[in-house]
Nanobody, 114 residues
Framework: QVQLVESGGGLVQAGGSLRLSCAASGSIFSIIAMSWYRQAPGKQRELVATVFNSGTTNYVDSVKGRFTVSRDNAKNTVYLQMNSLRPEDTAVYYC????????WGQGTLVTVSS
């Protein structure tokens, strides 16, 4: 089964940028929709962004215009470019299919200071 490894998180000031990567151990070519999720302390995991093989992307309203999701099927990698970061973006970020069908990785922590 495909394993997922997220990376690229860190500590950044409000207004800064980070680029997250999600490397899959196997091919994601046949996976129609790959998504990024996040879980803030004390909150449920929420869907943040989705990228389809067609190139279509969807975002939760709170990140529209600031985050950009993309995928490189040749590298089996999904990316999340995060700009204009806000303290409320602080969370552990995970990737998975839109249906959450793969085992969760360890996630990558993003901390945005005010």
């Amino acid at each position: 089964q495909v394993q997922l490894v997220e990376s690229g998180g860190g500590l950044v000031q409000a207004g800064g940028s980070l680029r997250l990567s999600c490397a899959a151990s196997g091919s994601i070519f046949s996976i129609i929709a790959m998504s990024w999720y996040r879980q803030a302390p004390g909150k449920q995991r929420e869907l943040v962004a989705t990228v389809f093989n067609s190139g279509t992307t969807n975002y939760v309203d709170s990140v529209k215009g600031r985050f950009t999701v993309s995928r490189d099927n040749a590298k089996n990698t999904v990316y999340l470019q995060m700009n204009s970061l806000r303290p409320e973006d602080t969370a552990v970020y995970y990737c998975n299919t839109l249906g959450r069908s793969l085992p969760w990785g360890q996630g990558t922590l993003v901390t945005v200071s005010s």
